[in-house]
């Protein structure tokens, strides 16, 4: 799922997720309009996402749509597993933040992107094709721009 009204550099971007099954669900930020690769991955972008082992990860997709690139991934208390999750992206510039329920598990500087870079937010979801159960649902998604100058 995309929000598509616009690009976005500057932004708040949460959601508020539950899935039952041990795939991942991430939100997909400043991301481009283009799908392809290994995965069918929407690129270029980034993903943050977690899954009901505790886990969460980011990811760094290329604009070539080559190879994904892990920025972290680590285990973490913050998740509600087999619950209901607040994922949370906060993006000034090159500057990242990544929240799980009100906790910030991660931020970074992305020195190899422009600092002014848009794109896309949205949510995305994985299944492994040989998962049975298998369910997601999404409560809300809330967007806030941030203006900054220019």
Excluded: C, H
Excluded at 11 to 39: C, E, H, I, K
Aim: hydrophobic share 35%; aromatic share 18%.
């Amino acid at each position: 799922a995309v929000y598509s009204g616009g690009q976005f550099t500057d932004f708040d971007y949460s959601a508020q997720v539950w899935r039952y099954g041990n795939d991942p669900v991430y939100l997909a930020v400043r991301m481009g309009n283009t799908v392809g690769g290994p995965l069918g991955s929407w690129y270029p972008g980034y993903l943050f996402g977690y899954n009901n082992q505790g886990y969460y990860a980011i990811w760094r997709l290329p604009g070539t749509g080559g190879e994904q690139e892990i920025v972290s991934g680590l285990i973490s208390p913050a998740v509600n597993q087999n619950g209901w999750n607040t994922l949370r992206v906060k993006a000034v510039g090159n500057q990242f933040w990544f929240y799980i329920n009100t906790t910030l598990v991660y931020n970074f500087s992305d020195t190899s992107s422009d600092k002014r870079l848009r794109g896309f937010v949205g949510i995305a979801t994985y299944r492994n094709p040989s998962t049975l159960t298998y369910g997601f649902y999404v409560n809300y998604a809330k967007l806030n721009v941030i203006k900054t100058p220019q």
